[in-house]
Structures are given as C-alpha cells and as structure tokens.
C-alpha cells in the first residue's frame, strides 16, 4: 500500500514567506534526489481551524521501506535540521497508508 507523508507546520512569528517558500521549495526537490518520491504537494493554510499551524506539505512513497528511505536520506535530513526545523515553532507529522 501506498503512504501519504504529511507534515503541518507553525511558522515563527518572525519568519518571513520567503523564507517558508524556501523551505518547502528545497522539500519539493528531494524528489530529484530521493528515490520513490511522488506527487509533492505544499501550501499555505487559508483557515481559522488550523489551530495556528500555518503550512503544510505531502509527499506519497509506495511503501514504508521507502518511506524509511527518505527518512533517513542525508538530503533529508539535511533539509529538516538546517531548514525547516529553524523556522518552525512547532510541527506535526501524519503517515498513513492508502
């Protein structure tokens, strides 16, 4: 079965958008260096039931050895130590097979 990674951020109050675009631009491009990444999706929240969380990002894998692959890839991490987890005030991560 196929997992639908899904991470929903808090941006800090002095981060600008650009920054955030930055962030979820260098998420999207993992697929060009992470095998198995598929239909990479992200956005700003619109709502006022967001609990505050302001963005949120998607990446479907084909299974869950994949999903550890991307997990532990260097890029990866990478990318959430240096990029996201700086800007972000808090963050939740939802895995679940479809």
Known sequence: MAILHTIIFKAKADVKQEEVEKVLKALGDLGKVIPNLSNYKCGTNFSD??????????????????????????????????????????LLCIDYEF
């Open 49 to 90: 039931r967001s609990k505050g969380f302001t963005h949120s990002f998607q990446v479907e894998v084909p299974d869950k050895d994949a999903l550890q692959v991307y997990q532990v890839h260097p890029e990866h991490v990478r990318v959430r130590d240096t990029m996201l987890k700086p800007i972000a005030e808090d």
